[in-house]
């Protein structure tokens, strides 16, 4: 193709030609440049509004995990607090304190409501609603108006401060205005045009990155008379509205003829909001950046365009005598190839890439093909002339060579012109210039059916020879076509004389499946035999009777498949070993690692490991208990350990009969057992439970009759932890309830 394009160019450069070619290459030039330039304006203030969201995202993050740093500040304070029983190190010490983070004031009182700040002062708290939260266990952020002033708002956090008998001795609150303390200089505004508001629910501003900026929350309300004009009139209601519902959403407003944007979302504290608000300058800047850009590319691009032209054309001039010169070398060459492809009875022909057409050379009658094939790769296939099978592997081939890599070679299955099926080998060249270019391609086609089949008549042996070696306890050869087997089982003389018995591989597979396989594998030892894939050590169960008694062996299955590249699958091979020893020890091995040797239920590690694999899984929601042995140490002291083991035995037993096969049961060690039971929802069912297992039962062991409850802790999952440890946790504090209760109990986790 690149030969007759060479042909039809006729190169007569005219300067007037040359003008108007410049002139709309200019003109098409800047039309570009206006239109990228309308479109890069859009997807920038687009880009800005991500932008500002994204800060948005980002401080709310940094706010909360700032709150996240004071509340264990306190509640570290707390711990330090609720060791002190002197009043006046008490003082001393929230003195300390607040200086520390500069806290406007930390209070303790007890739990009354009454007691003293750092200041050594007398507060009284009684009426305060984070007081009576924080006295029923809660930590509590709130905050509190001083005045009219902007900003002027306190923030208290309260947390319980819990005695070492785990009562809660008191409330410690700490009072603070966001700007002064030592945690929140950690906001980092990296740029200065960007103002950060945070209001709470009331619409009161708590912080404000700029504190002389105006009331953002007080404007959308009209609380303070600001010369503020909205973009659209209704905004300012929507507003409202969002910050009511705790939505997010982005406002366009002009303040003092400025125009400003403000995106608010909730900050997820109580019902706080923040607002980042930035001027139009946040977006023009990079507008004006933009604009500069496109009026350099538009001057750059028609200068490049000058130079480019004026190079085309000398390289044109300097080459056009080589292409000449080249036409004439190939076309000699070409017959020369010509000559040799029909004494090889070859099938040669030219690909075109741009075009997708193949125009064959020298052709083979048996391939079927026309002289020209158009759209090709995709044509070999719509004309049935390559098998379906093969598409991705031609059509990465001729992609490649449109890469213009230098040789591609694959081998297919092709239709001849009497629709019988052959082995070709496709071989496509790219023939290159001196520059690199590619001139043309130049493929061949060869038939290698011959070479196919002794390949695989290789591949057959090599399988056979392979599948041979070992102790092969049963031999089934199958020819796919006919249904005809044969059976090679010398070690086992019953399943060779089944070949008798059958005329066809389905009837002799019927009674393999009703006698000889154990019932809870016959889908597996089916799909064995129906598959088209080869398969390697596929292990299952096989039954027979010893003594008048059924069992089973476990045996090994691998299937090889012979075919034939014109009809495909030929044959199947199928070796069966015997496994049994080897599996049984596998079993034991594996039984012995999980499972607990006095009480057959799973060991401490197997446990944890399946309860930490089922809560990893998502949509999952358990109960889990720990169940203690009450006085076990009585017994084993009293009776003697042997005693105590069966204790322990019959606990285990007790417990493992009291729920279901797909609940986990395992003894984590000493007398205590752990429980998950799966997918309860009903709570009634384990009250239930936990009251059979906590009633009194009395345990026979030889002439030894002991009456013993167990106590237990009950927590549910996720409601009360996420993870394994943290669900141990909270069950195992129950489970101390329960103890210190008198024994013979049960306590779920929330009831505490």
Known sequence: MVKIMLKKLKFNYNLKYGDVFIGVAILAVIVFALIFKSFVYKNEFENSMERLEQVVEQQTTVINEIFDDIENYIIMTSEFISRDNNINEICENLNIYAKRQDFKEIAFVDTTGIGVNNNGTVVDLTEKDYFLKSLNGDICIDT???????????????????????????????????????????????????????????????????????????????????????????????????????????????????????????????????????????ITNQMEIINYAVIKLIVCTILSALLLFALIIYIINNTNKKIMNTNRELKISEETFRISAEHGQKTIFDYYPDENIINVIVSNCFYGMPKLIYDVPESFFTKNIIDESYRSTVFEAFDKIKLKEKRVSFSVKCNDCNNKSIWANFDIMNVFDENGNVIKSIGVIEDVTEKKNAEEMYIKEKNLKEAMTGDNMIIVEVDMNTGEFKIDATMNVEINSLKLLHNSFESFCDTIYNKYIFEEDIKIAKYIVESDNELRNIELRARFVKNGVEDYRWISVIKNIIKNPVYGINKSFFYVKDIDKAKRQAILLKYNAEIDILTGIFNRATVEKKITEYMSEEHKSAVVMIIDVDKFKFVNDTYGHSVGDEILKISASRIKNEFRKNDIVGRLGGDEFIVLIDGIKDMSVVSRKAENLSSPYVYKVDDIEIELTLSIGIAKFPYDGNGYNEIYKKADEALYLSKNGGRGKYNFYRQM
């Open 144 to 282: 509190e108006k001083n005045s009219d002033k902007y900003c002027d708002v306190d923030v208290i956090i309260s947390v319980p401060v819990i005695d070492q008998s785990e009562n809660i001795k008191g409330v410690l609150a700490a009072r603070f205005q966001l700007y002064y303390i030592n945690f929140f200089k950690d906001i980092n505004i990296t740029n200065e045009d960007v103002k950060i508001t945070i209001s709470n629910g009331n619409k009161d501003i708590i912080y404000d990155s700029e504190k002389f900026d105006i009331n953002m929350a007080g404007r959308f309300e009209n609380k303070i008379d600001y010369d503020i004009k909205y973009i659209e009139p209704s905004s300012g209601d929507i507003v409202i509205d969002n910050l009511n519902s705790q939505k997010s959403g982005i406002l366009e407003y002009k303040l003092g003829g400025e125009r400003k944007f403000a995106y608010y979302m909730p900050l997820g504290i109580n019902t706080w909001n923040i607002f980042v608000i930035v001027p139009e300058t946040y």
